[in-house]
């Protein structure tokens, strides 16, 4: 396991360096006194960093830097991120500040840049200084995006020569408002390992980012200044300031990489320092004079636009109720409970022009520390409050109302008195500045308060969508369904607030001619390009289709447009619309050809596929692990009828097994085929499986590798087990699963799909083709404005459009834990891979012979023996060959595990694991925590009181580790581990008793939730066969309880080469 660290060198670049859990946690003694600079001991090498960071390495320059580390008893301590796979004496001694030596691959600003953009994408886990640099190059990008910057002429670091001198033209964050508070939390936050490479190397030229980030405080503390770090290296607003810096200036460089400049066409300074600006360096030769003369030009530009310690307020205030004419008064007249009467007379007689806008200043860092232009004014002392912030508070204000009215000229009015308070505004006015220049000022950097109406949509003309399927309503459509290309009817209701209103009212209200209107109490917002739009939409109606329909809920809303508040449809449409189509559906029982029974929300599931299904559009089945997916699934198979055609199934190879014995189990009608395997059909095999199957079942890499023949099947459904295999759109498998033809798609997935919406994207351009649009509109306009921005508008918009087409029901939910038992118990069938089938061969082959010619103790003793080494293999060929070898990739059980976890650890749970082989449970925690990159407990026999205990109090606590690796013995008894409802026994000790002790170490008194327990059996091996017995024969599994595997060695040698026989179905590849 590496752990990937980023180092910001000042006046460099990024420094990335690694930890190994596998070296030695301290270095070699050596006698005498410690040099000043030690060998970092566990470091990565530059082999293994490159090896790490794959292409990102290329760019890199290889060297080595000193930094100033934690350390205890002579050692650096591990990061927080450090899982080490073997256990580590503790240290002892205080912590103290020491110097390590490190190999680095160094980053110039371009190319850190895009080492940052994606260090998720590398082989190693990063550590939190990484993380923290990643997302201060995230925000040098946005404010890129969003025009924040500003261009800048600099002294280069070397002396000029004779008449002409070196400059540097480079670009530099504009740090106001929001974006100067969140640089300041970027600083107070920066990890002290981004800052560990000791002193300033050369600092950067002064800018806005070093002028907000020097004026950070800490909570309670002083001004963080530079040079101030600790250990004296530089200070947090050193680096975080000199980062910022260099990473806008590569991210600005990269946005206008071949674009020109005006000014380039020019033979002068000008033209050198544009075409500078957009080159791939940024200096260029200008004689002293003209540059003087351009820094000159530019500092007054740049004075005003960075944000200072005070800044002018402006508050928004409404006209008081009883003073009001109101524009309009609606009320309902008798008799008619929804329309509206619209009355034009004026229920006050006072000025209408009445609005507000209140001046102040107020602290750049503290919002809540406001004071009004009147007591500055007029009551000195109330400003005292800035007096660590600025000197002459009235002056401020002053100028900073004059740099205002430059970007908003209609406070020049307010201006023209020296005491200016407020500006009177009449409701054109205010709604201007409620459009226009709030808006402008907020960006630049100004306090802005607005009326909280103003944020919620209520508060505006929306449109509302009323739709008619072409079917009667309450019918079921046909086979094909309705499809997201069927024609709908469609008409337009158009609603202020929430009252809806007809085209005489609009008329009406746009005779007004106000923008801004007291309804029933409440301001809104009546826009007259949105008005005119209303009466556009009001005359049209027409048809459009049911994928027209659905992505108008997505419609952006511009100044133009009318944001669409609602869309409503009769029939199954509606229901669909409606999100609640799952509720609203009679439950459907199982099919005839169903063997077994479905819980009440199960069929409730199934009615809910069927439904999607008649309508010809996709769906999401998201349910939560352990809700029975499967099941609903294969009840939905069994229900097709005959013509209906094949379905495929695309599954990891893991799970193609299970997908077998699941529908032998409960559809044994079902003609189920495995397309899979180096002797899977092709040709006219191939077409003659098809045509012999309900049910094929394929593999995401053969879905990939065999493409064009399965595209050329015209498949009635393609399912998709385990979606999140595909949210990568780009990937092979992803296209060639979304080019599969099919009359109905269902992806399955256990993990929630709203976590990251470039999954939610992939999904569901899987399930129903088109729906979100192209992934980079979707990007751009719904991925970043809900993900950087926090948008609830757009999220709400989102979830409108997706909602009807993906169900997830929790184990919480009311309506679904009353339907499960209070422990569900469950075996997982996992398949050999062909490493793990050759070596049980191996065994059998070898113990047999030896068994054959044995008897008495030394027999029974073999016996015993081939079943360790049988169950030993089956866990991890690593288990068996005890050679300390590589985990991954080798191990079905070991590869279903891995799903299991991802999903427990997506829902935010805890999980126990059990193993009765203290080795194996050593091997689990050291992969388990290397591939998860979390700490993973793990309790064995050797483990004293004292540590115990702490890992039972640190796995109970809310932010302990999530998973719990214990061998049975040790930790089967006496423990309390409620915080876990997921228990795994990955091998069995075929001792009911003993797995139960184990079990209930979650199941107990204080477990507030249901308890899922899954047992690990290898399909085909004599871990399947003993099962079977057991469960079989109840009074052998008596006879288990007391002697686990004993019983085992009085079988016949004929019957022991039964059990140990390897059966076909073992493997799954």
């Not at 401020?396 to 200016?420: K, Y």
Request: proline fraction near 7%; charged fraction near 25%.
């Amino acid at each position: 396991m590496l752990v990937v660290h980023g180092v910001w060198l000042v006046g460099v670049g990024l420094a990335l360096w690694a930890e190994e859990s596998t070296a030695p946690a301290r270095p070699p003694r050596r006698a005498g006194r410690p040099p000043r600079e030690r060998p970092h001991p566990f470091a990565a090498d530059h082999a293994a960093l490159t090896d790490a960071l794959g292409p990102a390495a290329t760019s890199a320059s290889r060297d080595s830097v000193a930094l100033t580390l934690p350390t205890r008893g002579g050692a650096p301590l591990d990061s927080p991120e450090l899982v080490r796979t073997a256990a580590v004496d503790p240290a002892r001694g205080a912590v103290t500040l020491a110097r390590w030596r490190v190999p680095i691959l160094a980053y110039a600003p371009p190319d850190a840049l895009a080492v940052l953009r994606r260090v998720d994408g590398y082989a190693a886990v990063p550590g939190a200084g990484l993380r923290h640099l990643a997302e201060l190059a995230a925000f040098a990008t946005d404010l890129v995006a969003r025009g924040r910057v500003l261009p800048v002429v600099a002294d280069d670091d070397r002396p000029g020569r004779g008449l002409t001198s070196t400059a540097v033209a480079c670009w530099h964050p504009l740090l106001t408002g929001v974006d100067a508070g969140w640089a300041r939390a970027l600083t107070l936050a920066l990890p002290p390992s981004a800052r560990a490479a000791g002193p300033v190397v050369a600092a950067r030229r002064t800018s806005p980012a070093r002028r907000v980030t020097e004026g950070t405080r800490s909570a309670g503390g002083p001004s963080i200044r530079p040079g101030q770090g600790a250990d004296g290296g530089p200070g947090p607003a050193d680096v975080v300031a000199d980062a910022l810096d260099a990473l806008t200036d590569a991210a600005a460089r990269t946005a206008l990489d071949g674009l020109r400049l005006p000014g380039t066409g020019r033979r002068d300074s000008v033209a050198a320092w544009s075409t500078a600006l957009t080159g791939p360096r940024g200096g260029f030769t200008v004689d002293p004079a003209d540059r003087a003369a351009l820094r000159a030009g530019l500092e007054a530009w740049q004075r005003d636009a960075v944000g200072n310690p005070v800044r002018a307020s402006f508050r928004l205030t409404e006209p008081p109720a009883p003073d009001l004419t109101l524009a309009l008064d609606v009320e309902l007249l008798p008799g008619d409970a929804h329309a509206p009467d619209i009355r034009t007379e004026p229920d006050g007689t006072v000025d209408p022009g009445t609005w507000r806008l209140e001046f102040g200043l107020q602290a750049a860092d503290e919002p809540g520390l406001l004071v009004g232009a009147g007591p500055i004014w007029h009551d000195p002392e109330s400003a005292r409050v800035f007096a660590d912030r600025v000197d002459a508070p009235q002056e401020t204000l002053l100028a900073e109302l004059g740099r205002a009215s430059r970007l908003w000229p209609e406070l020049d009015g307010a201006l023209r008195t020296a005491t200016p308070e407020a500006l009177e505004l009449d409701a054109e006015g205010a709604h201007r500045f409620l459009r226009e220049g709030a808006p402008v000022l907020h960006a630049a950097g100004f306090g802005v308060l607005l009326p909280g109406w103003w944020h919620r949509p209520a508060a505006r003309l929306g449109a509302r969508l009323q739709a008619r399927s072409r079917t009667a309503p309450g019918t079921v459509a046909t086979a094909g369904g309705v499809g997201l290309d069927a024609l709908v009817d469609y008409r337009w209701e158009l609603a202020l607030g929430d009252q809806p209103l007809t085209a005489e009212e609009l008329v009406a209200l746009a005779e007004r001619k106000s923008p801004l209107v007291r309804l029933r109490g409440q301001w809104v917002e009546l826009d007259p390009k949105r008005l005119a739009t209303g009466l556009r939409l009001l005359r049209t109606s027409g048809e459009l289709t049911v994928a027209d329909l659905l992505r108008l809920g997505l419609a952006d809303g511009d100044d133009a447009a009318l944001p669409v508040l609602e869309i409503n449809a009769d029939g199954a449409l509606g229901d669909l619309l409606s999100g609640q189509a799952e509720r609203r559906l009679t439950p459907l029982d199982p099919p005839p050809g169903f063997i077994g029974e479905l819980r009440p929300y199960q069929r409730r599931g199934l009615a809910w596929l069927a439904f999607l299904q008649s309508l010809g559009l996709g769906a999401v089945l998201a349910d939560d692990m352990g809700l029975g997916k499967t099941v609903q699934l294969l009840a939905l198979l069994a229900a097709d009828p005959p013509e209906a055609g094949p379905t495929l199934l695309v599954c990891p190879m893991s799970l193609v097994g299970n997908w077998q014995r699941e529908a032998a189990r409960f559809t044994p009608k079902l003609r189920v085929h495995v397309h899979h395997g180096a002797d899977r059909a092709r040709g006219e095999r191939f077409a003659e499986a098809v045509n012999d199957t309900d049910l094929m079942v394929t593999t995401y890499a053969v879905a990939a590798r065999d493409a064009v023949a399965l595209a050329g099947v015209d498949w009635h459904r393609v399912v998709v087990d385990e979606a999140q295999a595909i949210k990568n759109a780009a990937t092979r498998q992803a296209e060639a699963v979304r080019a599969l033809p099919a009359r109905h798609r269902i992806a399955v997935t256990g993990t929630p799909v709203e976590n990251r919406l470039a999954d939610l994207w992939s999904i569901m351009q899987f399930a129903n083709p088109g729906l979100l649009g192209p992934a980079a509109t979707f990007r751009r306009r719904y991925a970043e404005p809900i993900e950087r921005h926090g948008d609830e508008e757009t999220a709400g918009r989102l979830r409108r459009v997706t909602g009807p087409f993906v169900l997830r029901r929790l184990k919480t939910d009311p309506s679904i834990i009353s339907d499960l038992p209070e422990k569900l118990e469950m075996e997982v069938l996992c398949n050999l891979t062909a490493e793990q089938a050759a070596l049980y061969q191996a065994v059998v082959d070898d113990m047999l012979a030896k068994i054959e010619s044995s008897d008495g103790i030394e027999r029974r003793g073999l016996v015993l023996a081939t079943m360790t080494k049988l169950k030993q293999v089956c866990n991890h060929p690593a288990h068996l060959l005890r050679d300390g070898s590589a985990l991954p990739g080798r191990s079905g059980k070991l590869a279903r595990l891995e799903e299991i976890l991802d999903e427990v650890l997506a829902a935010g749970e805890k999980a126990l694991l059990f193993s009765q082989y203290a080795e194996f449970g050593g091997m689990l925690r050291g992969h388990l925590s290397a591939r998860f990159g979390r700490e993973v407990l793990f309790l064995h026999g050797g483990v004293g009181k004292a540590d115990r205990d702490e890992m039972v109090t640190g796995f109970q606590s809310p932010d302990g580790p999530a998973l719990f690796v214990l061998s049975l013995k040790a930790g089967g008894t006496g423990l309390t581990l409620t915080a876990a409802n997921h228990v795994v026994h990955v091998d069995r000790w075929w001792n009911p008793a003993v797995e139960d002790q184990a079990t209930d170490r979650a199941f107990r008194i204080g477990q507030r939730r249901r308890v899922q327990v899954r047992k690990f059996v290898c399909a085909g091996t004599v871990e399947e066969k003993v099962a079977a017995m057991i469960t079989e024969k109840r009074g052998l599994a008596a006879r288990v309880v007391g002697s686990g595997e004993q019983w085992l060695t009085e079988l016949s040698t004929a019957d022991l080469r039964d059990l140990f026989t390897l059966a076909p179905q073992a493997v799954a590849e």
